[in-house]
Protein backbone atom coordinates (compact mmCIF):
# COMPACT_ATOMS: atom_id res chain seq x y z
CA UNK A 1 0.00 0.00 0.00
CA UNK A 2 1.02 3.10 -0.74
CA UNK A 3 1.75 6.26 1.70
CA UNK A 4 -2.09 7.45 3.88
CA UNK A 5 -4.42 8.58 1.98
CA UNK A 6 -6.60 11.40 2.71
CA UNK A 7 -9.95 11.15 4.10
CA UNK A 8 -11.53 9.02 1.60
CA UNK A 9 -15.43 9.32 2.37
CA UNK A 10 -17.93 6.52 1.41
CA UNK A 11 -21.19 4.83 2.21
CA UNK A 12 -22.43 1.14 1.97
CA UNK A 13 -25.62 0.14 0.24
CA UNK A 14 -26.67 -3.49 1.07
CA UNK A 15 -30.28 -4.97 1.66
CA UNK A 16 -28.47 -7.04 4.22
CA UNK A 17 -27.83 -5.49 7.66
CA UNK A 18 -25.19 -7.75 8.78
CA UNK A 19 -23.18 -7.32 5.68
CA UNK A 20 -23.43 -2.73 6.34
CA UNK A 21 -22.25 -3.85 9.96
CA UNK A 22 -19.38 -5.50 8.44
CA UNK A 23 -18.33 -3.31 6.50
CA UNK A 24 -18.57 -0.58 9.20
CA UNK A 25 -16.76 -2.85 11.30
CA UNK A 26 -13.83 -3.41 8.85
CA UNK A 27 -13.31 0.11 8.08
CA UNK A 28 -12.74 1.39 11.36
CA UNK A 29 -9.23 -0.14 11.24
CA UNK A 30 -8.25 2.70 8.55
CA UNK A 31 -8.60 6.14 10.01
CA UNK A 32 -8.91 7.69 6.45
CA UNK A 33 -11.96 5.77 5.64
CA UNK A 34 -14.77 7.81 7.04
CA UNK A 35 -17.83 5.96 7.06
CA UNK A 36 -20.68 8.58 5.80
CA UNK A 37 -23.50 6.27 6.35
CA UNK A 38 -25.19 2.78 5.41
CA UNK A 39 -28.06 2.46 3.29
CA UNK A 40 -30.52 -0.83 2.67
CA UNK A 41 -32.69 0.41 -0.19
CA UNK A 42 -31.19 1.66 -3.59
CA UNK A 43 -33.39 4.44 -3.71
CA UNK A 44 -31.85 5.81 -0.01
CA UNK A 45 -28.24 5.11 -1.40
CA UNK A 46 -29.04 6.72 -4.60
CA UNK A 47 -30.75 10.19 -2.88
CA UNK A 48 -26.98 9.81 -0.16
CA UNK A 49 -25.18 10.20 -3.22
CA UNK A 50 -26.61 12.96 -4.74
CA UNK A 51 -26.36 15.13 -0.88
CA UNK A 52 -23.31 13.23 0.78
CA UNK A 53 -21.38 12.90 -2.93
CA UNK A 54 -19.22 10.14 -1.57
CA UNK A 55 -15.74 9.17 -3.05
CA UNK A 56 -16.35 5.67 -2.73
CA UNK A 57 -19.71 3.49 -2.79
CA UNK A 58 -19.56 -0.02 -1.40
CA UNK A 59 -22.87 -1.99 -3.02
CA UNK A 60 -24.83 -4.94 -3.47
CA UNK A 61 -25.83 -6.64 -6.65
CA UNK A 62 -29.66 -7.71 -5.10
CA UNK A 63 -31.44 -5.09 -3.62
CA UNK A 64 -35.16 -4.88 -4.00
CA UNK A 65 -36.59 -2.23 -6.63
CA UNK A 66 -33.43 -1.15 -8.40
CA UNK A 67 -30.47 -3.37 -8.57
CA UNK A 68 -27.11 -2.52 -7.55
CA UNK A 69 -25.78 -2.70 -11.19
CA UNK A 70 -28.61 -0.25 -12.54
CA UNK A 71 -27.69 2.01 -9.65
CA UNK A 72 -24.39 2.54 -10.32
CA UNK A 73 -25.24 3.22 -14.24
CA UNK A 74 -26.94 5.95 -12.52
CA UNK A 75 -24.11 7.00 -10.28
CA UNK A 76 -21.55 6.58 -12.17
CA UNK A 77 -20.59 9.94 -13.43
CA UNK A 78 -20.85 11.05 -9.64
CA UNK A 79 -18.87 8.40 -7.94
CA UNK A 80 -15.08 7.94 -8.45
CA UNK A 81 -14.64 4.65 -7.04
CA UNK A 82 -17.67 1.24 -6.82
CA UNK A 83 -16.70 -1.64 -4.87
CA UNK A 84 -19.70 -4.93 -5.30
CA UNK A 85 -19.77 -6.77 -2.65
CA UNK A 86 -22.22 -9.56 -3.51
CA UNK A 87 -23.12 -13.45 -3.39
CA UNK A 88 -23.25 -13.49 -6.88
CA UNK A 89 -20.21 -13.98 -8.97
CA UNK A 90 -22.37 -14.13 -12.60
CA UNK A 91 -22.83 -10.61 -12.11
CA UNK A 92 -19.38 -9.99 -12.07
CA UNK A 93 -18.78 -9.08 -15.56
CA UNK A 94 -21.40 -6.22 -15.12
CA UNK A 95 -19.78 -5.17 -12.55
CA UNK A 96 -15.91 -4.89 -14.62
CA UNK A 97 -17.99 -3.37 -17.49
CA UNK A 98 -19.10 -0.49 -15.69
CA UNK A 99 -15.53 0.08 -14.39
CA UNK A 100 -16.20 -0.88 -10.73
CA UNK A 101 -12.83 -0.80 -8.57
CA UNK A 102 -13.43 -3.92 -7.21
CA UNK A 103 -15.60 -6.87 -7.15
CA UNK A 104 -15.81 -9.12 -3.18
CA UNK A 105 -17.69 -12.47 -3.09
CA UNK A 106 -19.74 -12.83 -0.10
CA UNK A 107 -19.19 -13.71 2.85
CA UNK A 108 -17.19 -11.34 3.68
CA UNK A 109 -14.05 -11.14 5.63
CA UNK A 110 -11.60 -8.54 7.21
CA UNK A 111 -8.57 -10.26 5.18
CA UNK A 112 -10.49 -9.72 1.73
CA UNK A 113 -11.59 -6.17 3.09
CA UNK A 114 -7.83 -5.62 3.62
CA UNK A 115 -6.81 -6.30 -0.11
CA UNK A 116 -9.64 -4.27 -1.54
CA UNK A 117 -8.85 -1.33 0.95
CA UNK A 118 -5.16 -1.77 -0.60
CA UNK A 119 -6.42 -1.31 -3.96
CA UNK A 120 -8.35 1.74 -2.93
CA UNK A 121 -5.30 3.06 -1.41
CA UNK A 122 -3.08 2.36 -4.77
CA UNK A 123 -6.30 3.87 -6.33
CA UNK A 124 -6.97 7.29 -4.79
CA UNK A 125 -3.29 8.44 -4.39
CA UNK A 126 -2.19 7.71 -8.11
CA UNK A 127 -5.29 9.79 -8.82
CA UNK A 128 -4.55 12.62 -6.82
CA UNK A 129 -1.51 13.00 -7.60
CA UNK A 130 -1.96 12.99 -11.54
CA UNK A 131 -5.40 12.89 -13.21
CA UNK A 132 -3.44 10.41 -15.52
CA UNK A 133 0.04 10.52 -17.33
CA UNK A 134 -0.33 11.07 -21.45
CA UNK A 135 1.03 8.39 -22.33
CA UNK A 136 2.14 6.90 -26.66
CA UNK A 137 3.02 3.91 -27.89
CA UNK A 138 6.43 3.79 -29.76
CA UNK A 139 7.48 0.74 -31.20
CA UNK A 140 8.85 -1.38 -28.05
CA UNK A 141 8.44 1.79 -25.57
CA UNK A 142 5.86 3.70 -23.88
CA UNK A 143 6.29 7.33 -23.72
CA UNK A 144 4.92 8.77 -20.61
CA UNK A 145 4.24 12.61 -19.90
CA UNK A 146 4.97 13.44 -16.24
CA UNK A 147 4.39 16.90 -15.47
CA UNK A 148 7.37 19.00 -17.89
CA UNK A 149 9.09 15.14 -18.20
CA UNK A 150 8.41 12.55 -20.96
CA UNK A 151 9.66 9.08 -19.63
CA UNK A 152 11.09 6.40 -22.25
CA UNK A 153 9.70 3.27 -20.69
CA UNK A 154 10.88 0.20 -22.43
CA UNK A 155 7.88 -2.82 -22.69
CA UNK A 156 10.92 -5.04 -21.20
CA UNK A 157 10.52 -2.93 -17.97
CA UNK A 158 6.78 -3.45 -17.07
CA UNK A 159 6.14 -6.67 -15.06
CA UNK A 160 2.39 -6.05 -14.41
CA UNK A 161 -0.59 -4.23 -15.43
CA UNK A 162 -3.90 -3.50 -13.49
CA UNK A 163 -7.04 -2.43 -14.34
CA UNK A 164 -8.46 0.36 -12.24
CA UNK A 165 -11.74 1.57 -13.26
CA UNK A 166 -11.20 3.84 -16.33
CA UNK A 167 -7.41 3.87 -15.51
CA UNK A 168 -4.46 1.07 -16.21
CA UNK A 169 -1.48 1.03 -13.42
CA UNK A 170 1.77 0.18 -14.87
CA UNK A 171 3.91 -1.49 -12.44
CA UNK A 172 7.43 -1.09 -13.07
CA UNK A 173 10.82 -2.48 -10.86
CA UNK A 174 11.51 0.98 -9.90
CA UNK A 175 7.90 3.22 -10.56
CA UNK A 176 4.45 2.71 -10.95
CA UNK A 177 2.33 4.99 -13.51
CA UNK A 178 -1.66 5.78 -14.01
CA UNK A 179 -2.83 6.01 -17.48
CA UNK A 180 -6.35 6.93 -18.59
CA UNK A 181 -6.15 3.56 -21.20
CA UNK A 182 -8.11 0.49 -20.56
CA UNK A 183 -6.33 -3.17 -20.11
CA UNK A 184 -8.00 -4.16 -23.52
CA UNK A 185 -6.20 -0.66 -24.99
CA UNK A 186 -2.98 -1.70 -23.88
CA UNK A 187 -2.98 -5.25 -24.81
CA UNK A 188 -3.86 -3.98 -28.59
CA UNK A 189 -0.67 -2.36 -28.52
CA UNK A 190 1.57 -4.29 -26.57
CA UNK A 191 4.05 -6.83 -28.35
CA UNK A 192 2.21 -10.29 -27.83
CA UNK A 193 5.12 -12.42 -27.43
CA UNK A 194 5.67 -10.05 -24.40
CA UNK A 195 2.61 -9.65 -22.35
CA UNK A 196 -0.64 -12.37 -21.56
CA UNK A 197 -3.68 -11.43 -20.38
CA UNK A 198 -4.32 -13.82 -17.03
CA UNK A 199 -7.31 -11.95 -15.49
CA UNK A 200 -10.08 -9.32 -16.41
CA UNK A 201 -7.79 -7.21 -14.28
CA UNK A 202 -4.47 -8.28 -14.54
CA UNK A 203 -1.95 -8.56 -17.64
CA UNK A 204 1.53 -9.84 -17.31
CA UNK A 205 4.73 -9.53 -18.79
CA UNK A 206 6.35 -13.02 -19.40
CA UNK A 207 9.70 -12.28 -18.92
CA UNK A 208 8.91 -11.38 -15.07
CA UNK A 209 7.37 -14.37 -14.22
CA UNK A 210 8.87 -16.12 -11.76
CA UNK A 211 6.42 -18.99 -10.95
CA UNK A 212 2.91 -20.56 -12.40
CA UNK A 213 -0.07 -21.98 -9.48
CA UNK A 214 -3.40 -23.00 -10.92
CA UNK A 215 -4.59 -19.80 -9.84
CA UNK A 216 -2.52 -17.59 -9.25
CA UNK A 217 1.44 -16.79 -10.61
CA UNK A 218 4.65 -14.57 -8.96
CA UNK A 219 5.42 -11.58 -10.98
CA UNK A 220 8.81 -10.07 -9.03
CA UNK A 221 7.14 -11.65 -6.02
CA UNK A 222 3.89 -9.90 -6.34
CA UNK A 223 0.95 -12.43 -6.62
CA UNK A 224 -1.42 -12.03 -9.41
CA UNK A 225 -4.19 -13.61 -9.87
CA UNK A 226 -5.63 -15.92 -12.64
CA UNK A 227 -9.28 -15.95 -13.55
CA UNK A 228 -10.77 -18.89 -14.71
CA UNK A 229 -11.14 -18.25 -18.16
CA UNK A 230 -7.57 -17.71 -18.46
CA UNK A 231 -6.60 -21.06 -16.64
CA UNK A 232 -5.81 -22.83 -19.90
CA UNK A 233 -3.87 -19.83 -21.70
CA UNK A 234 -1.40 -19.84 -18.48
CA UNK A 235 -1.34 -23.56 -18.38
CA UNK A 236 0.02 -23.33 -21.73
CA UNK A 237 3.24 -20.60 -20.64
CA UNK A 238 6.82 -22.17 -20.69
CA UNK A 239 8.87 -20.33 -18.08
Known amino acids: ?53 P ?20 IRSQVPMAVFITSHLEFALDGYEL ?18 VRRICDYWDMKQKSEAYEMMFEQDTLSIKEGYNRIKLPQREIVYLEAMQDYTKIVTTRKNYLTLSSLSFFMEQLAPSLFVRVHRSYAVSLGHITELRNSELICNNTVIPVGKTYRSTVAKLKL
Open 99 to 116: SALDYILKPLTEERFAQT
Open 55 to 74: DLVFLDVEMPGTSGIDLLRK
Open 1 to 53: MTGTPAKIRFIAIDDNPLDLLFISEYSKSYPFLQDCGTFNMALEGYEAVQYIK
